[in-house]
């Protein structure tokens, strides 16, 4: 993705879902259907990764949420037509092949419409092609200004495109002149570990075969696997950066919002509902299968509102009430199998999927593809994708286990999930709305330098509720919603400002308050 584009990566996740499904439509055992599966799983994690970044480039900061919240309503879209075709071809002999190969029209129409679509400006820019990304800019930014005249249109689309691409730059050279350094870093590190002489083992004798294997190993030829292999590399060295650079704290915090998206069972749930209703005394496996459909219609309910409000309150207002209804429908879920109630059981998991769809669903995408630099973005995503799925899989395996020995205690175990993810929102994430991408990443920024001056522990009091009110002259440099200075703060640096502006003055222009007294 960082190489070739986000188009080029989208284009190759639609032709895995084209191959993937023909390849289980015209399979003649089971092998045929994992291999079609394994192809599909590929496409799935690559558009997951490019899909949210290449809308997060491309869309202006006044809008960004609710465009990259559209991906979550287009999967709902597709969840729903999905169930209905496959309803319309239950009849047709080997129905089972056409319902596994149809889903390969919408892949290759995927790939054939994405070439029709600029590339990311901010990717052109990284690679020198402005003349690219401004053109991309104008034809973006121009269709917000259709309904003025063509005159004003031109006018504010020039100053809007010129005003962006200086700020996309300046951040693109940035970014660039760190990865330098990080390069000349890692070459002077290399020279140093080639330059160590390797230490004998004892009793033993160093024959020329040994000593000419000493050397290949040292000059990188022979021991060292991953300069053989530049992508395991550029991956692995760009997830250590990550971990040990600047923007650490973002990628922890990226990583904590994919395993808590996943570790509440917002997937598990869905898939066992069934089951669950099941178990609670309902037998019939097509009314337990309808009921479980309701899931789906929730979710869409959830994800509609999520895009009409994720621009208008915020990334961490939504967050934090989607968990604490979500904390709210595992509460009610658990009370459902203490009394063996269905009905309550289905409308705390209508209740539970409302909040997460309308919350953590899309916000969690559009968080990651705003708070990472262009050079990073990449490896972040990636391994923030991967967390997210690993952490889901691992749910669904451990789902029935858990629910079979706990039995309505499990869903208490994920009320308090849900409930510490709200916390940890509450407590890491500044709010995000409204800022171009390159303001957010700078917020990440003031937050560590927030940490390194005043220490961890004074940090975490003062981000909790009334927190900053212990240190009067405490004030995050950060972005930080909903924390207000006290008036006698404020007032205290008038004061401060004024003496500081006084004593700039010469001693004749200084003001002499006796003789006016």
């Known amino acids: 993705m960082q190489k070739y584009g986000r188009r080029i990566s989208i284009v190759i996740a639609s032709v895995l879902f084209t191959l993937g499904p023909l390849i289980m439509s015209f399979s003649m055992d089971w092998i045929g259907l994992v291999v079609g599966r394994l192809v599909i799983g590929v496409g799935i994690g690559a558009s997951a990764v490019a899909v949210p970044a290449y809308l997060g480039e491309m869309s202006a900061p006044s809008n960004r949420g609710t465009v990259i919240s559209m991906y979550e309503v287009m999967l709902c879209v597709g969840m729903l037509m999905s169930s209905f075709v496959d309803f319309c071809l239950k009849d047709l002999p080997w129905n089972w092949r056409w319902m596994v190969g149809v889903p390969a029209i919408p892949g290759a129409l995927m790939g054939l419409g994405i070439m029709w679509l600029p590339e990311s400006p901010r990717w052109l820019v990284y690679h020198g092609d402005y003349d690219g990304a401004v053109q991309c800019l104008r034809t973006l930014r121009y269709s917000i200004m259709k309904n003025e005249d063509s005159e004003s249109a031109d006018h504010r689309t020039t100053c809007l495109v010129e005003e962006e691409l200086m700020e996309v730059w300046s951040q693109v050279e940035k970014e660039k002149e760190g990865q330098r350094e990080i390069r000349r870093e890692r070459r002077r590190r290399r020279s140093r570990e080639d330059e160590l002489p390797a230490e004998p083992k004892p009793d033993t004798v160093a024959t020329p075969r040994a000593r000419s294997e000493s050397v290949r190993g040292r000059s990188g030829s022979v021991s060292d696997p991953t300069r053989k292999c530049g992508v395991v590399s550029e991956m692995v060295e760009g997830v250590r950066h990550l971990w040990e650079g600047t923007e650490r704290g973002a990628f922890k915090m990226a990583l904590w919002l994919a395993f808590f998206n996943q570790a509440c069972a917002s997937t598990a749930i869905i898939n066992f509902m069934p089951t669950l209703l099941k178990s609670l005394g309902l037998e019939d496996n097509g009314t337990a299968m309808l009921l479980g459909s309701t899931i789906a219609g929730a979710k869409m309910v959830g994800v509609i509102c999520c895009t009409y409000l994720i621009d208008k309150v915020g990334r961490r207002m939504l967050l934090i009430a989607g968990s604490a209804i979500m904390a709210l429908g595992m509460l009610g879920l658990s009370f459902a199998c203490l009394a063996e109630s269905v009905l309550l059981a289905c409308l705390s998991v209508v209740v539970f999927m409302i909040g997460f769809s309308g919350s953590w669903a899309s916000a969690n995408w559009v968080i990651v593809a705003e708070i990472f630099t262009m050079a990073n973005k990449s490896a972040a995503m990636s391994t923030c994708t991967a967390v ?130």
């Not at 690993?390 to 009320?415: Q, R």
């Not at 709200?422 to 709305?433: A, R, W």
């Not at 390159?438 to 003031?446: D, L, N, P, T």
Request: charged share 25%; glycine share 10%; proline share 2%.
């Open 388 to 517: 997210l799925f690993l952490a889901g899989a691992v749910t669904n395996a451990l789902f029935l286990s858990l629910y079979d020995l706990l039995s309505g205690a499990l869903f208490l175990l994920f009320a308090g999930i849900s409930a510490a993810g709200g916390l940890y929102v509450y407590m890491k994430l500044p709010e995000t709305m409204g800022r171009s991408l390159s303001e957010i990443q700078g917020f990440f920024a003031a937050m560590k330098a927030d940490r390194e001056e005043f220490g961890w522990c004074k940090y975490q009091i003062s981000r909790l509720p009334g927190g900053h009110h212990c240190f009067r002259s405490y004030r995050h440099r950060a972005l930080e919603d909903g924390v207000e200075e006290s008036g006698d703060v404020k007032h205290d640096q008038e004061e401060e400002v004024e003496e500081v502006e006084l004593s700039a003055l010469n001693e004749d222009d200084r003001p002499n308050h006796h003789s006016e007294l």
